[in-house]
């Protein structure tokens, strides 16, 4: 069964640099958005990520190929059928002067009114609908001037809802918002996505929340090659280390982190378990030094002895690292003092 909702056929896109120069970003792309999916789509600034959603919305016409929503050409769509199957966030805040959220939200219904603008019973239904689909009964009243980045970006996509679009389509959505909220931003269209059974796609930086949450990503490199898969296809083809991976920074396979090349001060033996030690080796690890461990002093041999250890002694009422080398103990209280220590140790 083919769940496809938009699809692209050799889509070639680009813009135009002067009257007589297109620059092309990426070419040959054939892809689909299915219904009940959340797709991420990522890459490196300057990729062409808003250049492919805006093809995708119909907003800018592409070099070459087609994009066909439910079968029909977007490019040929009249703007009242398009808007009512297609609904699109954008990044830049839109100056909505006095409105109160839920009039911004009532925008979305729009395409579906008759000449005065008017709501039917339908209607008010749909929108109070989307108002709570996005946990926003409590904004609705506020003027949207007044609304936090998070509270706004919350009413925008009730009111892309309220359009009742079969495809979502946002522009960096999660952009201006803190952990929490991107979090809750991210976890929010995965379960629109499943519950509407729409296509969600979304261009996002927020890598470390698309490898966890996006069913599938596509992955835009510089050189124009669209890359298309579950995140840990792609992680494992070596595609994402690959499109990352720049001067000073590597993706690390292992972890699923990023990491920058750091100057190598030396190697550190590190003894200890739970969260104390987990958190003790990513400090060493971000300043420089290259950490392995052991699981208790006696296995170390006499060579590595000669090195620095690190025992990492914790208990319910507190942390403490006891540092050994050249026979020598010294003990310190944090990280932070732990970390100085060694800088002086290896001076």
């Not at 100056?95 to 979305?108: E, W």
């Not at 992955?219 to 990352?244: C, K, Q, R, W």
């Not at 001067?247 to 030396?266: C, I, N, Q, R, T």
Request: hydrophobic share 45%; aromatic share 6%; with cysteine.
């Amino acid at each position: 069964m083919n769940d496809a909702i938009l699809t692209t056929h050799n889509l070639t896109i680009g813009y135009k640099t002067s009257r007589k120069t297109i620059r092309c970003v990426a070419s040959d792309i054939s892809v689909s958005l299915l219904a009940g999916e959340l797709v991420c789509l990522l890459g490196p600034n300057g990729a062409g990520k808003s250049t492919l959603l805006r093809s995708l919305a119909g907003m800018q016409s592409p070099i070459a190929g087609e994009v066909r929503l439910l079968g029909d050409n977007v490019y040929k769509l009249v703007p009242q059928d398009l808007a009512k199957r297609l609904s699109l966030v954008l990044t830049e805040k839109v100056d909505v002067g006095m409105l109160s959220a839920y009039t911004l939200v009532t925008l979305g219904r729009y395409p579906y009114t008759d000449w005065w603008g008017n709501l039917t019973p339908e209607d008010e239904a749909i929108v109070h609908w989307a108002i709570k689909s996005v946990g926003a009964v409590h904004l609705a009243q506020r003027q949207v001037g007044e609304l936090s980045d998070g509270e706004r970006q919350k009413i925008m996509i009730a009111r892309a809802l309220a359009q009742s679009p079969i495809v979502m389509l946002l522009d960096e959505p999660t952009a201006f918002l803190d952990l929490p909220r991107r979090v809750e931003i991210m976890q929010l269209l995965r379960q629109l996505a499943q519950e509407n059974n729409q296509a969600i796609l979304l261009s996002t930086h927020d890598l470390d929340l698309a490898l966890r949450l996006a069913d599938k990503v596509w992955l835009l490199s510089t050189n124009g090659i669209l890359h298309v898969g579950a995140p840990e296809d792609l992680v494992l083809s070596g595609a994402f280390a690959d499109t990352f991976r720049s001067e000073g920074v590597e993706f690390d396979v292992a972890s699923g982190e990023f990491h920058l090349h750091l100057p190598h001060k030396g190697e550190i033996n590190v003894i200890g378990e739970g969260i104390a030690s987990v958190w003790t080796i990513r400090a060493l690890q971000r300043v420089g030094f290259r950490v392995k461990q052991a699981e208790n002093s006696s296995l170390l041999t006499d060579a590595t002895q000669t090195q620095i250890l690190v025992e990492i002694i914790s208990n319910s009422v507190q942390v403490l690292w006891r540092i050994t080398k050249n026979k020598t103990v010294y003990t310190h209280h944090s990280l932070y003092a732990l970390i100085k220590f060694l800088d002086y140790l290896i001076l």
